[in-house]
T-cell receptor
Framework: AQTIHQWPVAEIKAVGSPLSLGCTIK??????LYWYWQATGGTLQQLFY??????VESVVQLNLSASRPKDDQFILSTEKLLLSHSGFYLCAWSLHSSYEQYFGPGTRLTVL | QEKVQQSPESLIVPEGAMSSLNCTFSNSASQSIWWYQQHPGKGPEALISIFSNGNKKEGRLTVYLNRASLHVSLHIRDSQPSDSAVYLCAVSMRGNMGYKLTFGTGTSLLVDP
């Protein structure tokens, strides 16, 4: 069975500090991977997606970057957090980009 | 840029009733339309998808798609308190590196026991 794990579960960070969020998928090789962001009460927005190691496409510019260092790992990061980065970050995977996406449990980020 | 609008914003139905949720999208070239369920503080889970005009039924769920009017609806028969959640409509469009999902703002469903 496939499992998707996100870390950390929650973070409270200061404006201007760096951030790194992680996502790991086990039990599925070469998945398509996605990062989403959801402001409190807001719409789920796709930020990045990757179809293979080393290739990441940016969908929305939010002063964030993403990398896929391994087949089963997707990292979201920034060097300087803004207040507007607060929200719920979700990682997802799919077998093919047109197929159902499976979401992880999410990371709640609060920037103060 | 695909636009996805959902209505109503919130819906309260008594247990056992039919829940009807609506979604309109902006691009007739869109591919599949997905409905996801999201409980507070959790990631969304896919419920049902549709590609062709017409309807599709799975258990208590029925989805209707009309591409000409850019409209899709989800109907939940015999609604249960456990169905209380936010329902997200998502439209799949082909992008540079595969398909991109654009989500609507959601409908918050409360089933009153």
């Amino acid at each position: 069975a496939q499992t998707i794990h996100q870390w950390p579960v929650a973070e409270i960070k200061a404006v201007g500090s760096p951030l790194s969020l992680g996502c790991t998928i086990k039990g599925k090789s070469s998945p398509n991977l996605y990062w989403y962001w959801q402001a409190t009460g807001g719409t789920l927005q796709q930020l990045f997606y990757s179809i293979t190691v080393g290739q990441v496409e940016s969908v929305v510019q939010l002063n964030l970057s993403a990398s896929r260092p391994k087949d089963d790992q997707f990292i979201l990061s920034t060097e300087k957090l803004l207040l507007s980065h607060s929200g719920f970050y979700l990682c997802a995977w799919s077998l093919h980009s047109s197929y159902e996406q499976y979401f992880g449990p999410g990371t709640r980020l609060t920037v103060l | 840029q695909e636009k996805v609008q959902q209505s109503p914003e919130s819906l309260i139905v008594p247990e056992g009733a039919m829940s009807s949720l609506n979604c309109t999208f902006s691009n007739s070239a869109s591919q599949s339309i997905w409905w996801y369920q999201q409980h507070p503080g959790k990631g969304p889970e896919a419920l049902i998808s549709i590609f062709s005009n017409g309807n599709k039924k799975e258990g208590r769920l029925t989805v209707y798609l009309n591409r000409a009017s850019l409209h899709v609806s989800l109907h939940i028969r015999d609604s249960q308190p456990s169905d209380s959640a936010v329902y997200l409509c998502a439209v799949s469009m082909r992008g540079n590196m595969g398909y991109k999902l654009t989500f609507g703002t959601g409908t918050s469903l409360l089933v009153d026991p």
